[in-house]
């Protein structure tokens, strides 16, 4: 199987930064695609911000200029820099990855890691 561990989030003030990061581990797998997604209470997961090894980034129109999403596919690794953040940008983010794993095609979620913008 293949697992993510997220680690970065926090309490930040408005206008501060976070960097995020998640590494997906496991038995020999090839990563497809990975990206960060959040979600508040009542309302839909949305995308962040997602790249594949390709180097083919997306980002969400709201966060386009503040984040970065960077990825190092050696380490298996994604990061997500988050600069000017504000109250909206609150939220518990979760990585996602999209992975070929002995020919089956598998999402995987990480355990979400929160983010708070608050004075």
């Known amino acids: 199987q293949v697992h993510l561990v997220e680690s970065g989030g926090g309490l930040v003030q408005p206008g501060g930064s976070l960097r995020l990061s998640c590494a997906a581990s496991?038995?020999?797998?090839?990563?497809?695609?990975m990206g960060w997604y959040r979600q508040n209470p009542g309302k839909k997961r949305e995308l962040v911000a997602a790249?594949?090894?390709?180097?083919?980034?997306e980002y969400a129109d709201s966060v386009k200029g503040r984040f970065t999403i960077s990825g190092d596919f050696a380490k298996n690794t994604v990061y997500l820099q988050m600069n000017s953040l504000g109250p909206d940008d609150t939220a518990v983010y979760y990585c996602?990855?999209?992975?070929?794993?002995?020919?089956?095609?598998?999402?995987?979620w990480g355990q979400g890691t929160r983010v708070t913008v608050s004075s």
């Open positions: 996602n990855a999209v992975v070929q794993w002995f020919g089956l095609n598998l999402e995987r």
């Open positions: 496991g038995d020999t797998f090839t990563i497809n695609d």
């Open positions: 790249i594949n090894p390709g180097g083919n980034i």
